[in-house]
Structures are given as structure tokens and as C-alpha cells.
């Protein structure tokens, strides 16, 4: 049988004989409570297994790795980073710094390094099947950010016609980056990050001083 690293990763299920639905939840279900036990570079397909009381052969069937198998839990939203909200406390920039500094220590823990890196792999197979779940699937929510900064719009903090998903994007996609390649910023970095995108947001006369 060919080994795990041997198999290609994919997000959607192999041809073959109709799945059993009790039993593809079951894979689900185990693959969930195994993450919250244990690290993702811990996480096995035989585990999986056990813990779902099928085969090997029969996660295979449907799956082409762990990572596909964890894509899909993804999409229930139960092996998201939990970062909670942004806080809102009238100063934006200390705001978004102040969640950022909670991502740095939250989010660069060596499992959700490895699942990223996993997914990357998944996503880089160039199946537009895959790519659609990945796109659905959250690992950070920037709509923490979309609601805070929307706030900041409401109350006319931000200049005339900022692109909030945009604005989001913007403060969250690099750190994804930094994930990605394994290298954790620092402090001054992640300050220095806030800075510039938060100051092109503002208006002149609530820019910092």
C-alpha cells in the first residue's frame, strides 16, 4: 500500500463506491476531536481511523491525505484559530494591535503552522474543486477586523471609500504569509504593520499625531 506522502492531496472524495454518510460523518467527528486533543503534525490517518472505527482503505477511498481530510473539517468551522474579536475601545490602531499581538501568540503555535503549511500543499495541487474549498474554508476570519473596522466607518473615522474587505485583507494576509514560510514576526514588526495600513485608512484629522 502506498504511504501517505506517497498519496497526492486533494479536497474532494475519490470515485469509487457511494460512502456510507454515517460513516464519512463519523471521520469528521473523530478528525475534530483528535485536533482539539492533540497537534495537527501529531494527527495520523490511522488515528483517524481508530477513533471513527472504520478503515485505513475506507478513509483512503474518499480521501487522499489527513490535510484533505482536515480541509473538509474546516468547512464546519470546528478547526478554525479562535482569536476572538477586535477590540473597541474608540482607538483603532490600538485596537487592531492589540489583536494582532493575541494572533502572534495564538495563531503562531507550531500545529496551526503545520496545518497551514498542509493546506498550502492541498490548494497548490491546482484542482478548482480544492481551491473552492479552501476559499470557504476559514482559518482566520478577517471578518473580526471587517466588523471593527466597519465600526470605524460608521462613525466617520476612515476616509471616503475604503475597501473594508480589502483593509482586512491587508492587515491579515501577511502574517498568514510569515505562517506560511515559519517565521514568526515581532513585536515592532507587527506595530510597524498596523501603522502603515491604519494610517492609509484614517482621515488626516484622525491620523496619529
Given at each position: 500500500?502506498?504511504?501517505?506522502a506517497?498519496?497526492s492531496d486533494?479536497?474532494?472524495?475519490?470515485?469509487g463506491r457511494?460512502?456510507?454518510?454515517a460513516?464519512?460523518?463519523?471521520?469528521?467527528?473523530a478528525?475534530?476531536?483528535?485536533?482539539?486533543?492533540?497537534s495537527?503534525?501529531?494527527?495520523?490517518v490511522?488515528?483517524?481511523a481508530?477513533?471513527a472505527r472504520?478503515?485505513?482503505q475506507?478513509?483512503?477511498?474518499?480521501?487522499?491525505?489527513k490535510?484533505?481530510?482536515?480541509?473538509?473539517?474546516?468547512?464546519t468551522?470546528?478547526?478554525?484559530?479562535?482569536?476572538?474579536?477586535?477590540?473597541s475601545t474608540g482607538?483603532l490602531?490600538a485596537?487592531?494591535?492589540?489583536?494582532i499581538?493575541?494572533?502572534?501568540?495564538?495563531a503562531?503555535q507550531?500545529?496551526?503552522v503545520g496545518?497551514?503549511?498542509?493546506?498550502?500543499?492541498?490548494?497548490l495541487q491546482?484542482?478548482?474543486?480544492t481551491?473552492?474549498?479552501?476559499?470557504?474554508?476559514?482559518?482566520?476570519?478577517?471578518?473580526?477586523?471587517?466588523?471593527r473596522?466597519?465600526?470605524?466607518?460608521?462613525?466617520g473615522e476612515?476616509?471616503e471609500?475604503v475597501?473594508?474587505a480589502a483593509?482586512?485583507s491587508?492587515?491579515?494576509?501577511p502574517?498568514?504569509?510569515?505562517m506560511l514560510?515559519?517565521?514568526?514576526p515581532?513585536?515592532?514588526?507587527?506595530?510597524?504593520?498596523v501603522?502603515?495600513v491604519?494610517?492609509?485608512?484614517?482621515?488626516?484629522e484622525?491620523?496619529?499625531t
Amino acid at each position: 500500500m502506498a504511504s501517505e506522502a506517497q498519496r497526492s492531496d486533494t479536497a474532494e472524495p475519490r470515485r469509487g463506491r457511494p460512502r456510507s454518510e454515517a460513516s464519512h460523518q463519523a471521520v469528521l467527528d473523530a478528525t475534530t476531536r483528535l485536533l482539539r486533543e492533540s497537534s495537527y503534525e501529531e494527527l495520523t490517518v490511522e488515528a483517524i481511523a481508530c477513533e471513527a472505527r472504520v478503515s485505513k482503505q475506507t478513509i483512503y477511498r474518499w480521501w487522499k491525505s489527513k490535510a484533505a481530510v482536515v480541509l473538509e473539517v474546516m468547512l464546519t468551522g470546528d478547526a478554525e484559530i479562535e482569536l476572538g474579536p477586535v477590540p473597541s475601545t474608540g482607538d483603532l490602531r490600538a485596537d487592531c494591535l492589540t489583536w494582532i499581538r493575541s494572533m502572534l501568540v495564538k495563531a503562531f503555535q507550531e500545529n496551526y503552522v503545520g496545518m497551514a503549511r498542509s493546506l498550502l500543499v492541498v490548494g497548490l495541487q491546482g484542482d478548482p474543486g480544492t481551491e473552492r474549498l479552501l476559499q470557504q474554508a476559514n482559518i482566520w476570519d478577517h471578518g473580526l477586523l471587517a466588523v471593527r473596522l466597519r465600526e470605524a466607518q460608521r462613525a466617520g473615522e476612515l476616509r471616503e471609500g475604503v475597501d473594508i474587505a480589502a483593509a482586512s485583507s491587508a492587515i491579515r494576509d501577511p502574517l498568514i504569509f510569515r505562517m506560511l514560510i515559519g517565521s514568526a514576526p515581532s513585536q515592532s514588526w507587527a506595530e510597524s504593520l498596523v501603522d502603515v495600513v491604519v494610517t492609509g485608512l484614517l482621515r488626516p484629522e484622525n491620523g496619529p499625531t
